[in-house]
């Protein structure tokens, strides 16, 4: 069962930055697109970001120009750069391996999330 660690969450003041990072258990990383999730209470968790195993990446029109995906099939690491943070986007964030529907995901078993807290 593949493992997924998340990190580097934080509170930042509005316009501030984070940068996330996960960390996958798995030997064949570099074989699964991997995306960055979002869940904010009372609202149903959300895929904000997604980069392919070309490296191809896409965002969710609420975070474009803000935050930027990268992977390190070196290390089994996907990051998440947070730049130009808002409020709106406080939530608790997790890594996944999003299948090609885009609705449902590899690793069946999620991280604990890491909380991003955007207030001043």
């Known amino acids: 069962q593949v493992r997924l660690v998340e990190s580097g969450g934080g509170l930042v003041q509005p316009g501030g930055s984070l940068r996330l990072s996960c960390t996958a258990s798995?030997?064949?990383?570099?074989?699964?697109?991997m995306g960055w999730y979002r869940q904010a209470p009372w609202n149903q968790r959300e895929l904000v970001a997604a980069?392919?195993?070309?490296?191809?990446?896409s965002y969710i029109d609420t975070v474009k120009g803000r935050f930027t995906i990268s992977r390190n099939n070196d290390n089994n690491k996907v990051y998440l750069q947070m730049d130009s943070l808002k409020p709106e986007d406080t939530a608790v964030y997790y890594c996944?391996?999003?299948?090609?529907?885009?609705?449902?995901?590899?690793?069946?078993?999620w991280g604990q999330g890491t909380q991003v807290t955007v207030s001043s």
């Open positions: 980069v392919t195993t070309s490296r191809t990446k």
């Open positions: 996944n391996a999003p299948k090609s529907s885009r609705d449902q995901v590899w690793f069946e078993s």
């Open positions: 798995t030997r064949i990383f570099e074989i699964y697109d």
